[in-house]
Structures are given as C-alpha cells and as structure tokens.
C-alpha cells in the first residue's frame, strides 16, 4: 500500500470536530506520525461565522503553524479531497514540515486557500488552531448551519460555502 504524508492544522486535529474522517476506516487508511511545525510563515486565520480555520497561500507572513503529519493512502486522500472540495475551494501541495519528535524535515500534502480577499490578512494569525481554543471562537458543525449563509463570503472567486 502506497502512502502519503499530509499535514492538518485545523479541525482534522486529534480532539478537533473532523478528526473522525481520519479514523473512519471506510475512507481509507491513516496513521498518525506525529506533530509537526511548518517550515515556513503561513497567516492561519479564523474566519466566517463559523469559525473555519483558513491557512492561506501567503508563504512568509504570519506565523509557523503547528499541526499533524498523517500517512494516508489514496482512498484517504481522495476523501480528504472531498472534504476540503478540492480543487475548487482550496488548493492541495506538498510543503516542508519539520517533525517535533526529531530534527528531520519531511514532505506532506497541506490544503492552502489561494483566492481570499486581502481584508483576511488583517486578522490574527495564529500558530495552532484549537475549536475552543484560546482565541475564544467554536467551531460550528454543518449541521447546525443556515446553509442559506454564505460561510466564506470573505473568499473570493465562484467558491462556494466550505464544510
């Protein structure tokens, strides 16, 4: 079996709301490796009403964002794709993460916001995201949503409500 690393940073998180897409094994398979810190500045943002964690495409501003390294295969790939509407709402790279159990730096798929409007970039950047975090803001569930409310109306472009 052919696996991946990817990096989330947002509520695919152990203790986050969507870590169940990870450990469902109908979408296929996933290991934890480890946390990890991004090698480069990234402005990860809470926005919408909902409280979605957003890591924009802006490498050098902001902050280094701690998350998660996971090793998937393509199944779990494809579903994480679904679930981050990939292509159309973010964009999946591969980017350099360095692990914190050891000094070595390894590769891993990460989903980056490139179309947003520049008024994201005046919020707080955080380096880690956590639902009930210090920041103060929850998450929302879908479920619990007025899908009628455009949840990113600060992206741009034909990008829909995500999650």
């Known amino acids: 079996m052919a696996v991946q690393n990817v990096f989330v940073y947002g509520t695919l998180k152990q203790g986050e709301p969507n870590q169940h897409w990870l450990t469902n094994k109908r979408n296929g398979f996933a290991r934890f490796v480890g946390s990890a810190t991004s090698t ?12 979605i964690p957003f890591l924009l495409d802006k490498t050098g501003t902001g902050e280094f964002v701690t998350g998660e390294i996971y090793e998937v295969d393509d199944k779990m790939l494809k579903n994480l794709d679904v679930l981050e509407e990939y292509p159309a709402f973010y964009v999946r790279e591969e980017r350099l993460f360095k692990l914190s159990n050891n000094t070595s730096d390894v590769i891993a798929w990460v989903y980056l916001l490139q179309s947003f409007k520049e008024s994201l970039l005046e919020l707080p950047f955080l380096q880690e995201y956590r639902s009930e975090g210090v920041h103060g803001l929850q998450y929302c569930e879908p479920a619990l949503r007025d899908e009628s409310y455009d949840a990113c109306s600060d992206v741009q472009g034909k990008q829909k409500a995500h999650k």
């Open 40 to 51: 480069e500045k990234y402005p990860l943002v809470i926005a919408s009403r909902y409280n």
